[in-house]
């Protein structure tokens, strides 16, 4: 899984309750990603940030918030507004420098509802 | 909504033959494509890349055809091991500013011993 870690693996959430997923790379990249699968769908963009300090929203931001205070670290919070969260997070990062935008994944983090 | 009881298109291949994968993407203006390769309950790991100036590209044992008249690409796998097994899927990427990338859905490989 590269250089970016993802934890925890499994995390359970309470009616009601914020849960934060978290992310951290090695790789010195600047930018990162969080990213929502659910069975049978692409990956769909939660949020991203280019550089520190600064993140934009994606197409399904509803119910989720991040922050990037570190250039290593880029966390997501679940929020009670997340009526449905139960889906495989996946974290990304990429050098974002030129024409190639690779991106590298982290193993995932699966959420469920109790 | 969500979208409930979508299932995955699933090709399966006997081991040793050839597999190739489709992706149809959607954006014309689109300059950079990478397969990925998903295996279960993990992350997606980079496979190979091509730029829109090229037709094909070959890595190892994969190859790589782009197709920009008909917005087709294609993930061929020569002599498919069951360590292939996993989803696959293209992603578009439009160069320039904020580099926002398109993944699809996905395609399962199956491969049968």
């Known amino acids: 899984d590269g250089g970016i870690t993802q934890s925890p693996k499994y995390l359970f959430r309470k009616e009601g309750q914020n849960v934060t997923l978290s992310c951290e790379q090695n790789l010195n990249h600047d930018a990162m990603y969080w990213y929502r699968q659910d069975p049978g769908q692409g990956l769909r963009l939660i949020y991203y940030s280019q550089i520190v300090n600064d993140f934009q929203k994606g197409d399904i931001a509803e119910g989720y918030s991040v922050s990037r205070e570190k250039k290593e670290s880029f966390p997501l919070t679940v929020t009670s507004a997340q009526k449905n969260p139960t889906a495989f997070y996946l974290c990304?990062?990429?050098?974002?420098?030129?024409?190639?935008?690779?991106?590298?994944f982290g193993a995932g983090t699966r959420l469920s509802v109790l | 909504g969500e979208s409930v009881g979508l299932h995955l298109p699933t090709l399966s291949v006997q081991e040793g033959d050839n597999s190739i994968i489709n992706c149809a993407y959607s954006n014309s203006a689109s300059d950079y494509f990478i397969w990925y390769k998903q295996e279960s309950g993990k992350g997606p790991q980079f496979i190979i890349d091509i730029r829109s100036n090229m037709d094909k590209r070959q890595g190892q044992r994969v190859t790589v055809l782009l197709n920009k008249t008909v917005k087709h690409l294609s993930l061929q796998i020569a002599a498919t091991q069951p360590g292939d097994s996993a989803v696959y899927f293209c992603?578009?990427?439009?160069?320039?500013?904020?580099?926002?990338?398109?993944f699809g859905t996905g395609t399962k490989l199956q491969v049968i011993p």
């Open positions: 990304a990062s990429s050098n974002g420098q030129g024409i190639k935008n690779i991106q590298y």
């Open positions: 992603a578009e990427n439009i160069s320039g500013g904020y580099q926002k990338v398109t």
